[in-house]
């Protein structure tokens, strides 16, 4: 199994930045993927950004421009880094890893970090 420890939220007024790291336990498995996704009360969880073992990303129309993904999935860490942000980006923000194996879960999740921008 793979824990995914996630770290970096908090409160933060509109307009101002944060940065949200995901880091996992083991690298005795092949991640071929890493993504942030959100889920605001009420709301569906929703893609934020991603990115694959080549180094190719992938983000949510809401937040290109504002957010940038990066890390080594083979090392099993990724960061976010958020800027310009909005009340309407408040949300629990949750790390995910794609892990396909025969007889492993395809996929885990973090705890979620939750992410507040006030107005």
């Known amino acids: 199994q793979v824990q995914l420890v996630e770290s970096g939220g908090g409160v933060v007024q509109a307009g101002g930045s944060l940065r949200l790291s995901c880091a996992a336990s083991?690298?005795?498995?092949?991640?071929?993927?890493m993504s942030w996704y959100r889920q605001a009360p009420g709301e569906e969880r929703e893609l934020v950004a991603a990115i694959t073992s080549s180094g190719s990303t992938n983000y949510g129309g809401s937040v290109k421009g504002r957010f940038i993904i990066s890390g080594d999935t083979t090392k099993g860490t990724i960061t976010l880094q958020m800027t310009n942000l909005k009340p309407e980006d408040t949300a629990v923000y949750y790390c995910n890893a794609e892990a396909p194996h025969p007889t492993l879960p395809y996929d885990y999740w973090g705890q979620g970090t939750q992410v507040t921008v006030t107005s």
């Open positions: 083991t690298t005795a498995i092949t991640i071929i993927a």
